[in-house]
């Protein structure tokens, strides 16, 4: 059985930084390409970074400079380290992984940037 399961996630001050893990179950994880996507309220989920198998990362021009995106896959997770928070940030974020015609998700961690 396939499981993602994300942490770290909470209420943080405008200009804080939090970390996010997802740790993956039932799958071989060096093989597959794991991504962060967030869904604010109203909005459509979307990409805010991934990683390649190889170690290869993407981000949305929103985090560019404020978050970044690693793997171990040897304890077969993946992070997201948030820093520079904004109120923009504020959403629930989700995990993913990919590979081939294997698409797994994450059940979610709220986010929420706020004084």
């Known amino acids: 059985q396939v499981q993602l399961v994300e942490s770290g996630g909470g209420l943080v001050q405008p200009g804080g930084s939090l970390r996010l893990s997802c740790a993956a179950s039932?799958?071989?994880?060096?093989?597959?390409?794991m991504g962060w996507y967030r869904q604010a309220p109203g909005k459509q989920r979307e990409l805010v970074a991934g990683?390649?198998?190889?170690?290869?990362?993407n981000y949305a021009d929103s985090v560019k400079g404020r978050f970044t995106i690693s793997r171990d896959n040897a304890k077969n997770t993946v992070y997201l380290q948030m820093n520079s928070l904004k109120p923009e940030d504020t959403a629930v974020y989700y995990c993913?992984?990919?590979?081939?015609?294997?698409?797994?998700w994450g059940q979610g961690t709220q986010v929420t940037v706020s004084s």
């Open positions: 993913n992984g990919l590979y081939s015609f294997y698409n797994y």
């Open positions: 039932g799958v071989i994880f060096s093989t597959y390409a």
């Open positions: 990683i390649t198998s190889s170690g290869t990362t």
